[in-house]
């Protein structure tokens, strides 16, 4: 109709999308980890993330719901034995994993470089970059820095009854000293690269990545080393009372330059160890009954982890 002006246009809607604020990344803290204070406080003081406590036999399920909400990336508080735990449950997603160390060692975190330090490793936590890790696998279970049979285990339980009244590395240093006026040989049959060998040892050690085999570096990983599971096997109880000592002497953080002693040593992706019957392992530190067939395999690039460089 002539002299009718036509209705003014709408007013710009405003751009949702950039002004919604980012969603906070999960964070879950294993409540019964010695470090879940300094955890909590320090995501407490960060608001990038989404704090949950869970209790250590409630992370899985944890997991699975903050993945099933969608969750592109999920950190993890707590020491390898939590890491590995929370690996497990990752392993079938594509969920990044970000790490707050939160145990004694965290040789996980430091063999990617993620700072020990509270901080520091939540600025690695909301960073770009990620990559691929390699974990392995024994009878279907995930480690991530290593498993062992035989002595190891005695160690590790040893070690844990005194630890309350010594601390770690005195109570390490006691163990393995324990360990070594007691050793006991069994015999295991280990398949490598098609080929069976019968040794009599008191202990076999299985690390990812290829490992240290003097002090006083010794079962740290190589730099720059070969990819795979690095299987190393003691001969006999008189050298093993030598390898015995040196983890004595690596528990008390000593310098010598000493020599590990002779052992069968392999660098493979795969090996099978077979037992006379079913004993304890450890995993990662953790002490868990095995099948008397311990199958243990290597997944490259598995698990995608938040790291510093």
Do not use: W
Not at 125 to 144: I, P, W
Not at 157 to 163: G, P, Y
Not at 232 to 254: E, M, N, P, Y
């Amino acid at each position: 109709m002539a002299g009718r002006h036509p209705p003014p246009p709408h007013p710009a809607q405003p751009d949702v999308t950039a002004t919604r604020p980012a969603r906070r990344i999960p964070a879950l803290i294993n409540s019964a980890s010695g470090n879940a204070a300094a955890a909590r406080e320090a995501l407490g003081a960060n608001d990038s993330f989404d704090v949950r406590e869970v209790a250590p036999d409630a992370l899985n399920d944890a997991l699975d719901e903050v993945v099933a909400e969608g969750a592109k990336r999920v950190l993890v508080a707590g020491g390898d034995g939590t890491i590995a735990a929370a690996a497990h449950t990752l392993l079938s997603t594509d969920v990044e994993l970000a790490i707050l160390p939160g145990g004694t060692l965290n040789h996980f975190a430091r063999n990617l470089g993620i700072s020990t330090v509270p901080a520091d490793a939540l600025i690695t936590a909301v960073g770009t970059l990620c990559r691929g890790v390699d974990v392995g696998m024994v009878n279907g279970t995930v480690f991530l820095n290593t498993s062992s049979v035989g002595a190891y285990v005695r160690f590790v339980r040893v070690r844990e009854l005194l630890e309350p009244r010594f601390g770690y590395r005195i109570a390490s240093a006691l163990a393995a000293l324990r360990v070594l006026f007691a050793l006991r040989l069994m015999a295991v049959e280990l398949e490598v690269d098609s080929r069976t060998l019968v040794v009599r040892t008191p202990l076999v050690f299985i690390g990812i990545g290829e490992r240290e085999l003097q002090l006083p570096a010794l079962g740290q990983r190589t730099p720059n080393g070969r990819r795979g599971l690095h299987v190393i096997a003691v001969r006999g109880r008189s050298r093993a009372r030598l390898f015995a000592l040196a983890l004595s002497a690596v528990a008390r953080g000593g310098k010598s330059t000493a020599r590990s002693p002779v052992v069968e040593t392999f660098i493979v992706d795969r090996c099978t160890i077979t037992r006379s019957h079913a004993a304890p392992i450890t995993i990662d530190g953790e002490i868990v009954m095995a099948d008397p067939t311990l199958e243990y395999s290597l997944r490259r690039d598995a698990l995608r982890v938040v790291c510093p460089t």
